[in-house]
Structure formats: structure tokens, C-alpha cells
């Protein structure tokens, strides 16, 4: 809560991580052990005066344990702060995240007449939109009931490191959340961790029945976007948006990295909503987008880098993952077989 600066800052409270701290004991680093690599969220947690000293000194205790580093979903001030040093340093663009200014929104949402309908469409369903206390939204058995159900909707299994499912088991005191109920049963909920030294919040995780009615994911951005203006912050983030085409920096990529990640968009929709994600937070009319990148303290970018990075989100060998994508590919090729032949 002193030094969050990057946006992820309190998502390395979420289960699942380990972590370094610097000897003298003012930085952390959040990370999670995958193919070779630790593999940090975001950026040391220190100040920023210390946060390339403590780079070296976890880059340095690393690699005395056999380990690389990466950072994934670095920002542009700590990459710039790591190519002003000798440390090596090699980085790839992995998307965007999309900015707004909170105290903006109520009249930039009220001037556009497509946002204005999608916000209160659910309103007219009867959903009903409060604040609720992070603690008690911790212990509410309806709400672990509804993480369940939107989990089991998903083809894949779930991706944890930044995009863990579980985040209300991790620590909730400083998070906010807002639930949308119908009829006294919630059917939605919003979780947002704060992003102290922007003075805002990450929405870090929206939670929808498919019983919800249309437009309560948009409502539930509405109620947060709100409720963090009138405690007078400025940032708003929805997080990284993977290979998104509002990311600066793409078309410097690497060749080979530049291919993989354009079939990748091209070819893995079936397993990760590249298109639907962007386009649900281009609706939302952010400000800006910010460019995300993965880092590697070595001095070039491999594939093993970006294997790593897939290891920490998929918590399991990248062949079970494979296979688990190969049996949804032709489940979905099954299925779309029977539909021709239908026809």
C-alpha cells in the first residue's frame, strides 16, 4: 500500500504466490516457478528509487537457485528505468491496458447514447446494484457458489498468476466489491484492488451468471466507476487485454514473436476471447491505452520466455495443457460438423 505502483500490485496477495524480499527488507517481489524462470507479477513492489537495486538483487539470488527472471505486465517507467541500467534486459509488447479517469465517467457515459442503453438495460430487469463489504462478500457462500457456475461455463480450465479465479480467497481488506441482485439473489459481482500510488483501482475480476440480464457486466463497471470518482481518485484500469491492438509497441516485436502472437489472435479465439475482451473495454470508452510488456533479464527474448509465461498462468505442464486445447478444438470441430450437416 506504500509502493504499488504498477497495476498488479495487489493481485501478489492472491493465492498461488511466492515471495522475495530484498535484504534490506523494502522491496517484495511476487512470483510463481514456471519453466526455468521466477516468474513476477507486474514489477518489485518498492520504492522507485529502489526498484532497479532490487531487480538486480532478485535477478542475482535467482539465478544462484538456477532460475531466470520475467515480469509480466510490466509498464513503460520500469522498463525504461531497466535499460537506463547495465542490468540485461530484453522485453516483448503482450498487449495494452485500458485507462480511464474515473471522474470523467459519469459525463462521458451519460454523452453516449449506446453506453447509456447498455448501462441501464438491467435496470429495467430488475437488477439491483450495491456496495458491499469485501469481508462479507469473502464469506458468502452464494458468491463462491456463482464463481463456480461462470468457471463451468468456460471450455478451458481456469487461468490463475493474474487472472486467478479465487482472488476472494486472498486478502480482501483493501478491495472493494459491488454485487447485482435480482430479487435479493445475486446474479453479478465486480472486485476491484487498489492501485495506491496512482491513486485508483484495478477492476480485477467482473463474475456474471448466464442468467444475468444483458448489460450487467456494463452496469457493475457504472456502479465502481461511480463510487471510486467520489473517493476522489484518478486511474481506473481493466487490466492487461493480451495481444490487444491498441498496444503500441506490437509492430516492434521481434519477427518470429510479431508471427507467433498475429496466429495466435488469428486461430486461438476458441480457447482465450482476444476480439471479445477488447471490444467489450473499447464499449466502455477508456481514455487511453498503456502498453504492457513481459521482461526478461537476459539479453535476448527466447521461446522460453514466453513458455514460462504460459506455465505461470496455466499451473500445470504446458502438454496437458495442449492437450486439454486439442480436445476443445475438436469439440468444437464435432460440433460444428453437426450443424453443417443439419443444414
Not at 510479431?258 to 486461430?267: K, M, Q
Request: hydrophobic share 45%; aromatic share 10%; glycine share 8%.
Amino acid at each position: 500500500m506504500r509502493y504499488g505502483r504498477n497495476a498488479t500490485c495487489y493481485q501478489i496477495l492472491n493465492p498461488g504466490f511466492s515471495y522475495w524480499f530484498s535484504a534490506d527488507g523494502d522491496a517484495v517481489v511476487g512470483f510463481v516457478p514456471a519453466g526455468g524462470y521466477y516468474v513476477a507479477a507486474g514489477e518489485p513492489v518498492a520504492p522507485a528509487e529502489a526498484r532497479t537495486r532490487a531487480a538486480a538483487e532478485f535477478a542475482a539470488d535467482s539465478r544462484q537457485r538456477g532460475f531466470g527472471v520475467l515480469y509480466v505486465c510490466a509498464e513503460p517507467p520500469f522498463l525504461e528505468q531497466l535499460r537506463a541500467t547495465n542490468l540485461p534486459t530484453a522485453a516483448v509488447t503482450i498487449g495494452a491496458q485500458p485507462v480511464w479517469r474515473p471522474r470523467q465517467w459519469a459525463q462521458m457515459a451519460a454523452g453516449n447514447a449506446s453506453l447509456r442503453s447498455q448501462i441501464r438495460r438491467p435496470a429495467r430487469k430488475g437488477l439491483i446494484i450495491e456496495s458491499v463489504d469485501s469481508g462479507a462478500a469473502q464469506r458468502d457462500p452464494r458468491l463462491r457458489r456463482l464463481l463456480r457456475q461462470w468457471l463451468d461455463r468456460r471450455h478451458m480450465p481456469a487461468l490463475h498468476f493474474l487472472t486467478e479465479p479465487q482472488m476472494l480467497r486472498g486478502l480482501v481488506a483493501d478491495r472493494l466489491v459491488w454485487v447485482g441482485s435480482i430479487n435479493g439473489h445475486p446474479l453479478a459481482y465486480l472486485v476491484a484492488s487498489p492501485v495506491k500510488l496512482k491513486n485508483g483501482y484495478l477492476i480485477e475480476q467482473i463474475v456474471r451468471s448466464p442468467r444475468a440480464p444483458n448489460g450487467a457486466a456494463e452496469a457493475l463497471v457504472n456502479a465502481a466507476m461511480r463510487e471510486i470518482a467520489c473517493r476522489g481518485c484518478d486511474f481506473v484500469s481493466l487490466g492487461l487485454v493480451a495481444l490487444s491492438r491498441q498496444a503500441a509497441g506490437m509492430a516492434d516485436n521481434p519477427p518470429w514473436v510479431r508471427a507467433l502472437f498475429t496466429w495466435a489472435r488469428a486461430h486461438g479465439q476458441r480457447f482465450y476471447r482476444f476480439a471479445g475482451l477488447e471490444n467489450f473495454r473499447l464499449k466502455m470508452l477508456p481514455d487511453h491505452w498503456e502498453p504492457l510488456y513481459l521482461i526478461s533479464q537476459e539479453k535476448t527474448f527466447g521461446l522460453p520466455a514466453l513458455l514460462a509465461m504460459a506455465g505461470a498462468f496455466s499451473r500445470r505442464p504446458l502438454w496437458q495443457m495442449g492437450a486439454a486445447a486439442g480436445l476443445v478444438a475438436v469439440r468444437q470441430e464435432v460440433k460444428n460438423a453437426g450443424h453443417w450437416l443439419r443444414r
